[in-house]
């Protein structure tokens, strides 16, 4: 999967590169090359948002956070090897890791939460963002998470709310199939 989504991204930029390359004349302005460019990454993100979207749909993928807003207090820029949320088949983790200086409940600086999925629901909003909201229960916790995944790219947000309402947070980030990931490090529970 990862490789084709690599040569599918290679095909369109050659092809982008090349059209530019034919339409350029001494009448038409610098900026086609960019222009042609612009519309290479745009289709790109495109095709990433649909492969975002079915890995939500088969419940299988990964949010790799580069980014955790905590509900009090400044986003941290995070590493997305260490912090994300995993789903597959009906589970998911949730692991937070922002600590490089001490080495927390999961062993890398956080906390990682490991559950059954319940009640999953999909929904599409007006301006074509996808949203998927479930239940997690594990590690004594009940967790309700809202994943949003932005239209036309597979650039998503997770909201975090435990039931307790102590400790809520959003993850900004990446939504990537399975496999399309490399060295994830899980801590432990």
């Keep these: 999967m990862k490789r084709l989504l690599l040569l599918i991204m290679a095909i369109a930029v050659t092809v982008a590169a090349c059209d530019a390359k034919k339409k350029k004349s001494k009448d038409e302005p610098m900026d086609s090359a960019a222009i042609a460019a612009a519309k ?10 649909v492969i975002a979207k079915g890995a939500m749909d088969k419940l299988e993928f990964f949010l790799l956070a580069e980014r955790i807003h905590p509900d009090s207090g400044s986003p941290i820029i995070t590493n997305d090897k260490t912090n994300f949320i995993k789903v597959y088949s009906s589970k998911s983790i949730i692991q937070v890791s922002i600590s490089n200086y001490s080495h927390g409940g999961n062993g890398l600086g956080g906390q990682t939460i490991k559950g059954a999925i319940s009640n ?8 074509g963002n996808y949203r998927m909201k479930y239940r997690i229960k594990g590690g004594g916790l009940s967790i309700m998470v809202d994943i949003e995944l932005l239209a036309g790219s597979n650039k998503a947000i997770a909201q975090v709310f435990p039931d307790d309402a102590v ?3 959003e993850m900004q980030g990446t939504l990537v199939p399975p496999g399309a990931v490399d060295n994830v490090i899980e801590g432990m529970e």
């Design 40 to 49: 290479a990454q745009a289709a790109i993100d495109s095709l990433n948002f």
């Design 120 to 127: 999953p629901k999909f929904k599409t909003d007006k301006k």
């Design 167 to 169: 400790g809520s947070f």
